[in-house]
């Protein structure tokens, strides 16, 4: 393997062990649950960008009105700046790592179901619907009940994480499933 | 220094440790459709690799800071039936979305227009959700309420005894996938 380019190039630019991502994760944890008290969390906020999504379709005072985003007003707090900060992190680092690159159908789909565009962007709009949808049902997303709510030993976090886990095999089976009914190696 | 941190400090923070987060979800792969969806397939561990190690560093540094009186402990309450299901719609969706809430917003970020399609999905299903609240609230959210119990709560196992039980299954869990991600690898030329 080369080694022309220096050792900072290169922790900027190749990926990271993700042992080693997921103990920085942890340690963010360690950070916020000490510091400002709050877990790491995603869903809840993006529920309440929803609600900023509706707002200028039906007014700021429907949504208001609404049971569920009354108790979770959109506004410039703690978990909306959470993320911007998430996506100008994610931002730098790509185009640090010069990774960044427009990208419609993802080569796992492709292999499965083919190169339309639309079909690609349909599932992802569908995906979405349900993924929010259940994280709101269920109070929190990956970030929030499988990483912060774990790491609590909190049983609607375990609970969550293994059916996740069990739903999501289990539509991955029947999604990329090949016509002969075996997997493809 | 007075904790915890509010105001306009709490927000730059937010921003910061946002930005952190975006940082580590890039380096660690997992704004990757193809990352994420192979995980399910169990063709790729990253995702398994990341949370779990998050969950057990993350839960020993919070748990002895808890018992320093430095991090109070918050779970969500364990809505059994609200949870479950809630979890099924998303352990679905996150496979035919191919992302989660935070890896699909990070994925945007790095130029992902299929993840941008799925936020917008994001956004519908939330304002979904807010428009059926007061159903899912009465015929949902209160089946089997347990309350916000922790293991420890439930076994009568200690929270060190979670941890070490924990840590166990990762590095027995870890070891076996990497022999097997180790046989599959082709050899690499020698340098």
Known sequence: ?185 | MNLPITGTAALVLALLFGFAFGVLLHRGRVTDYNVIVNQFRFRDFTVLKVMFTAIVVGGVGVLVLHKLGRAPYDVKPAQMLGVTLGAALFGAGMVIYGYCPGTGLAAVATGSLHALVGLAGMMAGGILYALSFRWVQAHILSVANQGKLRLPDVTGLPDWAWFVLLAAIALIVFAAIERIERKSRPATPAA
Not at chain 1, 92 to 101: D, I, L, M
Not at chain 1, 142 to 171: D, E, K, N, P, R
Request: charged share 15%; with cysteine.
């Open chain 1, 1 to 185: 393997m080369t080694t022309l380019h220096s050792p900072t190039r290169s922790i900027l630019t190749r990926p990271w062990s993700p042992y080693l991502v997921g103990a920085g994760i942890g340690v963010l944890s360690w950070l916020v649950f000490s510091l400002v008290e709050k877990p790491l969390g995603m869903s809840t906020s993006l529920s309440a960008a929803a609600g900023a999504c509706a707002a200028p379709v039906v007014g700021m005072d429907e949504v208001a009105r609404n049971p569920y985003w009354a108790r979770h007003m959109p506004k410039w707090d703690y978990g909306m700046l959470f993320l911007v900060g998430t996506f100008l992190g994610a931002l730098a680092s790509a185009v640090a790592a010069r990774t960044f690159r427009l990208e419609i159908v993802p080569t796992v789909w492709r292999e499965r179901f083919g190169p339309s565009r639309a079909k690609r962007l349909l599932a992802a709009f569908a995906g979405g619907i349900l993924v929010l949808y259940g994280a709101r049902m269920a109070g929190g997303c990956t970030s929030g009940h499988g990483i912060s709510g774990s790491l609590q030993l909190a049983l609607s976090s375990w609970t969550f994480f293994l059916t996740m886990f069990a739903a999501g095999a289990v539509t991955a089976a029947i999604l990329f499933r090949t016509r002969a009914g075996r997997r493809e190696r």
